[in-house]
Antibody
Framework: EVQVVQSGAEVKKPGESLKISCKGSGYSFTNYWIGWVRQMPGKGLEWMGIIYPGDSDTRYSPSFRGQVTISADKSISTAYLQWSSLKASDTAMYYC??????????????????WGQGTQVTVSS | EIVLTQSPGTLSLSPGERATLSCRASQSVSSNYLAWYQQKPGQAPRLLIYGASSRATGIPDRFSGSGSGTDFTLTVSRLEPEDFALYYCQQYGSSPQTFGQGTKLEIK
């Protein structure tokens, strides 16, 4: 059974750093792109970026490039989303997603067939 | 980037009725690469439809998708109590992939 399991909720102060995680199981972790989707309070879904754990090839949505870092450790089938300096506006639910598709050049195509349970990140002074 | 506009914002229906949700794109969606997701309160979204009309694994056949180009529709033929939720469309034919703002399907 395919599963995508995320780390737990986080409460941080502005300016702090954070790294949240997502572990894939039940499938070949290195052969699928895995990414992150943001949902701000009461709002819709925003695709942030994606990584291919097999070779760590990474793509970012223009809105999120430079704001976050996506990485993966294929030895433990885990992907990460990282901030170096959090802002209050980073308060949101973050979902880890598996992409059924591919990336070529700067473009990615595919839909998200498995979703993690979400990690709530709250940034408040 | 492609902007997806979903309508209506809220749809109020009764169990047993038919629901029709619309997703309109600001430009043609390549290869009809459009997906629909369902999100219930406190839960992650779930894939319903991909490729505009293909049902994902385990999705009941009362859910169907149709459309092409810029106009797409999700239809729920006979609403069950568990179908009342938020629905999002997503285009994945052009980068960056984008989502609609959602349609809330509520019990009348």
């Amino acid at each position: 059974e395919v599963q995508v399991v995320q780390s737990g909720a986080e409460v941080k102060k502005p300016g702090e750093s954070l790294k949240i995680s997502c572990k894939g199981s039940g499938y070949s972790f290195t052969n699928y792109w895995i990414g992150w989707v943001r949902q701000m309070p009461g709002k819709g879904l925003e695709w942030m970026g994606i990584i291919y754990p097999g070779d760590s090839d990474t793509r970012y949505s223009p809105s999120f490039r430079g704001q976050v870092t996506i990485s993966a450790d294929k030895s433990i089938s885990t992907a990460y989303l990282q901030w170096s300096s959090l802002k209050a506006s980073d308060t949101a639910m973050y979902y880890c997603v598996r992409l059924l598709g591919y990336c070529s050049g700067v473009s990615c195509t595919g839909y998200f067939d498995y979703w993690g349970q979400g990690t709530q990140v709250t940034v408040s002074s | 980037e492609i902007v997806l506009t979903q309508s209506p914002g809220t749809l109020s229906l009764s169990p047993g009725e038919r629901a029709t949700l619309s997703c309109r794109a600001s430009q043609s969606v390549s290869s009809n690469y459009l997906a629909w997701y369902q999100q219930k309160p406190g839960q992650a979204p779930r894939l319903l439809i991909y490729g505009a009309s293909s049902r994902a694994t385990g999705i009941p056949d009362r859910f169907s998708g149709s459309g092409s180009g810029t106009d797409f529709t999700l239809t729920v033929s006979r609403l069950e109590p568990e179908d009342f939720a938020l629905y999002y469309c997503q285009q994945y034919g052009s980068s960056p992939q984008t989502f609609g703002q959602g349609t809330k399907l509520e019990i009348k």
